[in-house]
């Protein structure tokens, strides 16, 4: 299985300000067939479903705002905030697609400083 | 816009067989793939398995001696059976929809507590 492994744990960060997090696989999930990073991100509320924010590591969902960005190739790949706000606060994962078991991340809990 | 929707009990007895059924509202299920994905408390998600339309199946090895997803077109529904349960089976378990066989997961449903307990 490929294990996701997301750094920080926790992250503070205040109001308008970047949020960085970052998520690395065991393996390479470039597929180099077509070139596509088999990476995507979701965010979770308390008591809500995962929800799907960017998906081939960068391409962000409909309806996302722009604040959220994906970047990375292979093994390592960032999920950046750039201007937070408050409705950001949430816990957020990483997903690999590119082999069986598909598999998450530990989860990065973002809150305001 | 699809919608989602787990129903089953919420207390299953260890060693029964907990049973889900997810129904799909707004969309045929007669396209994608469609899948059960679980949440321990305080942890992330783990994928449990997925089933096509059509019926062909695909199960993360840890959980396939005891997975069965079934789908019913006719009810757009589609159903989980895991057999012989523990506490380590306690979790939300989460209904999706994945768009293609090596998926990301969108939508997901809200999600049903189920608890393992005598």
């Known amino acids: 299985d490929i294990v996701m492994t997301q750094s920080p744990d926790s992250l503070a960060v205040s109001l308008g300000e970047r949020a960085t997090i970052n998520c690395k696989s065991s393996?390479?999930?470039?597929?180099?067939?077509?070139?596509?990073?088999?990476l995507a991100w979701y965010q979770q509320k308390p008591g809500q479903p995962p929800k799907l924010l960017i998906y081939?590591?960068?391409t962000r969902e409909s309806g996302v705002p722009d604040r959220f960005s994906g970047s990375g190739s292979g093994t390592d790949f960032t999920l950046t905030i750039s201007s937070l706000q408050a409705e950001d606060v949430a816990v957020y994962y990483c997903q690999q697609y590119y082999s069986s078991p598909f598999t998450f991340g530990q989860g990065t809990k973002l809150e305001i400083k | 816009q699809v919608h989602l929707q787990e129903s089953g009990p919420g207390l299953v007895k260890p060693s029964e067989t907990l049973s889900l059924t997810c129904t799909v509202s707004?969309?045929?299920?007669?396209?994608?793939?469609w899948s059960w994905i679980r949440q321990p408390p305080g942890k992330g998600p783990e994928w449990i398995g997925y089933i096509y339309f059509s019926g062909s199946t695909k199960y993360n090895p840890s959980l396939r001696s005891r997975v069965t997803i079934s789908v019913d077109t006719s009810k757009n529904q589609f159903s989980l059976k895991l057999a012989s349960v523990t506490a380590a089976d306690t979790a939300v378990y989460y209904c999706a929809r994945a768009p293609r066989s090596f998926p990301w997961f969108d939508p997901w449903g809200q999600g049903t507590l189920v608890t393992v307990s005598s």
């Open positions: 707004g969309g045929s299920i007669s396209s994608f793939y």
């Open positions: 081939w590591a960068s």
């Open positions: 393996q390479s999930v470039l597929y180099r067939s077509d070139n596509n990073n088999y």
